[in-house]
C-alpha cells in the first residue's frame, strides 16, 4: 500500500563534457549579415568507435527593407528575408554504453513457479542489468534547413514572422530489444532516422496603443510533419509497453503512433461482424492511431492601462489522437458509467438480441410481468443490428486487457486558457521617496483555468510515461494541475 510502504532511494550521475566553439559574423552594404559556427564536442556519454563530433551552423539574412525605395517606408518599417542551415546534436544518455550491475531485486532471481532468492537475507548483492550497453553508441545528429520572412508594418505596430523548415534526425538512440539467448532483454542503439518539416507563424500587433492605454494581440499557429524513415530493418521498435497502450516507432509512419490489436475491417474500412453481429479481431496488429496533432495554436493578448496589466494565453491542439487506457480499464472491471446503465428490451426483441457469448437476453436474464427484459447494459449496432452489450462483452473483445486497442483511441481536439495574470507595478514617486525602493510589483497568476474538449477521459494533455517519445497514452493518468500564485517582486 502507498501508505505504508516507502522505498526512498538516492541516485547520482555524474557526465563530463568538452567542447570548443566558434562564431564568425560578417556584414555587408549594412543589409547583408552572414554568420558562421562551428562545435566541436565530447563527453564522458559517447561511446568508443569515436570520441569528438562537429556541429556545424550557417546564416544569411537580407534586411531588404534597407533599399532605396524601401527606406523610412512608413508601412514598411522593417523586412528580412533569411535562411539558415545547422546541424545539432543530441548526447546519449549516462551510462549506457557500459553493462552494469545493479543491486539485486528478488523479482529477477528465480523462476515463476519457484520460489525467489532474496539478496537482501544474504547481505545484499547485485546482478547483470538485462539493457546491455553498447559501446559503440554516437550522438543523435539533426540536421536542419530553414528559411522565413520578418516583418514590422504600420510603424512597427505590426509584426509578422513566418517560418518554412525541413530536418532530419540521425542516429536517433533508442532501446531495442534482444533475443533471450544473448542473456539481455533491451540495449541502447542507434536505430532510427526520423524526417520533421513544417510551417511557423506569429503575428504581434499593438491594437490600441495610447499614453495610458495599451492592448496587444499575440496569435500563432504551427504544422509538422514527421515520419520515421528507417529502422535497420525492423518493422518497428517499442517506445512504451504497458496495459492499455502501447506506442512505437514505424517505419513510413509519425514518431509515436499507437500499435495494437485491432478490429477486422474490410476494404471499405466498415467493420466485419460474427454470426452474433459483434465486430472480428484481426488476426495481425498494427497501427492504430497518431498522437501527432495535425496542428497548433495560441493566442496570447495583453490589456494594459496605467500601472495595471491583464495578461491571457489561449491554446489549441487540432486533431490528434489519444488512447484511453483508463478507459479500457473501467470498461474491463464494470466501473465505468457507459457499464452501469440497465436497459429495458422489449418480450419480442429479447428473444433475438444476443449478448457477446451468442444468447438471447430471454435465455440470461428473468422476464418481468409484461414479458420485457432488464439487464445491466446497453444496446449496440454495429452493423448488422442491434447487440446487447453486457458483462461478457465488456470482459471480453469490448473491455481492456483483452480486446483491440484501437476501439479505445480517441480523435480529440483541445483548447484550453493556459494562463491568466493580473498585475499591479507601484512606482510612483512619492512610494520610491518613502520607502527607498525602486518597485514593488503585485501580481496573481491563475494557470490551467480552463479546458474546451470533446476527450471522453479526464485530459487528453497527459501521459504515462512523462516526457519522453511515447506521447498520448493515458493509462489512470493523474490530471493535470490547477494553479493559483500570488507574487510580490521587490527593486531596490
Do not use: C
Not at 563534457?17 to 555587408?28: R, S
Not at 492605454?213 to 515520419?227: A, D, F, G, Q, R
Not at 439487464?375 to 470482459?395: I, K, M, N, S
Amino acid at each position: 500500500s502507498p501508505l505504508t510502504s516507502r522505498l526512498p532511494f538516492n541516485a547520482t550521475s555524474v557526465i563530463r563534457t568538452g567542447a570548443l566553439y566558434g562564431p564568425l559574423d560578417v556584414q555587408a552594404w549594412q543589409m547583408l549579415h552572414f554568420s558562421f559556427t562551428g562545435r566541436a564536442e565530447t563527453a564522458s556519454t559517447f561511446g568508443d568507435a569515436q570520441h569528438t563530433f562537429f556541429y556545424p551552423s550557417a546564416g544569411v539574412a537580407w534586411q531588404f527593407t534597407k533599399l532605396g525605395p524601401l527606406a523610412g517606408s512608413p508601412w514598411l518599417a522593417f523586412g528580412k528575408l533569411r535562411f539558415a542551415y545547422g546541424v545539432v546534436g543530441v548526447q546519449p544518455g549516462p551510462y549506457q554504453t557500459r553493462t552494469y550491475f545493479p543491486p539485486a531485486d528478488p523479482a529477477q532471481i528465480g523462476e515463476t513457479f519457484d520460489p525467489t532468492l532474496d539478496a537482501v537475507a544474504y547481505g545484499g548483492g547485485f546482478i547483470q542489468s538485462g539493457i546491455r550497453g553498447n559501446p559503440d553508441l554516437k550522438p543523435e545528429r539533426k540536421t536542419e534547413w530553414e528559411t522565413g520572412l520578418d516583418l514590422r508594418l504600420l510603424n512597427e505596430r505590426v509584426q509578422l514572422s513566418g517560418t518554412y523548415y525541413t530536418n532530419r534526425t540521425e542516429d536517433v538512440i533508442l532501446q531495442v530489444p534482444l533475443p533471450a539467448t544473448s542473456g539481455f532483454r533491451k540495449t541502447f542503439d542507434n536505430a532510427a532516422k526520423v524526417a520533421n518539416k513544417g510551417w511557423e507563424f506569429q503575428l504581434d500587433a499593438d491594437v490600441i496603443k495610447t499614453s495610458r492605454l495599451t492592448w496587444t494581440i499575440s496569435p500563432n499557429w504551427s504544422e509538422n510533419t514527421n515520419k520515421v524513415v528507417d529502422l535497420k530493418g525492423a518493422e518497428s521498435v517499442i517506445l512504451l509497453d504497458v496495459p492499455g497502450a502501447s506506442t512505437r516507432a514505424v517505419e513510413g509512419y509519425p514518431l509515436g503512433v499507437f500499435w495494437g490489436a485491432r478490429r477486422l475491417r474490410g476494404e471499405d474500412g466498415k467493420l466485419l461482424l460474427d454470426a452474433n453481429g459483434f465486430p472480428r479481431l484481426d488476426p495481425t496488429e498494427g497501427v492504430v492511431g497518431n498522437p501527432n496533432p495535425q496542428w497548433r495554436a495560441g493566442l496570447g493578448t495583453t490589456f494594459s492601462y496605467r500601472k495595471f496589466t491583464l495578461y491571457a494565453l489561449f491554446d489549441h491542439v487540432h486533431q490528434m489522437d489519444v488512447a484511453n487506457g483508463t478507459k479500457a480499464s473501467l470498461y474491463f472491471f464494470g466501473t465505468h458509467a457507459d457499464t452501469g446503465v440497465e436497459t429495458t428490451v422489449a418480450a419480442e426483441d429479447a428473444a433475438t438480441i444476443r449478448n457477446f457469448s451468442g444468447k438471447n437476453l430471454s435465455q440470461l436474464y428473468p422476464a418481468g410481468e409484461d414479458g420485457s427484459v432488464t439487464f445491466r447494459g446497453r444496446l449496440e449496432d454495429f452493423g448488422a443490428g442491434p447487440v446487447a452489450l453486457d458483462q461478457t462483452w465488456y470482459q471480453g473483445l469490448g473491455g481492456g486487457f483483452v480486446g483491440p486497442l484501437d476501439q479505445f483511441v480517441e480523435r480529440v481536439n483541445v483548447s484550453r486558457l493556459r494562463e491568466v495574470s493580473l498585475s499591479y507595478t507601484l512606482n510612483t514617486p512619492d512610494f520610491q521617496k518613502a520607502s527607498k525602493l525602486q518597485t514593488v510589483d503585485f501580481s496573481i497568476t491563475g494557470r490551467n483555468l480552463l479546458l474546451w474538449t470533446n476527450y471522453r477521459g479526464v485530459d487528453p494533455e497527459t501521459n504515462v510515461s512523462g516526457p519522453s517519445n511515447a506521447r498520448g497514452a493515458d493509462v489512470s493518468n493523474n490530471p493535470g494541475t490547477r494553479s493559483l500564485i500570488f507574487s510580490i517582486r521587490i527593486q531596490y
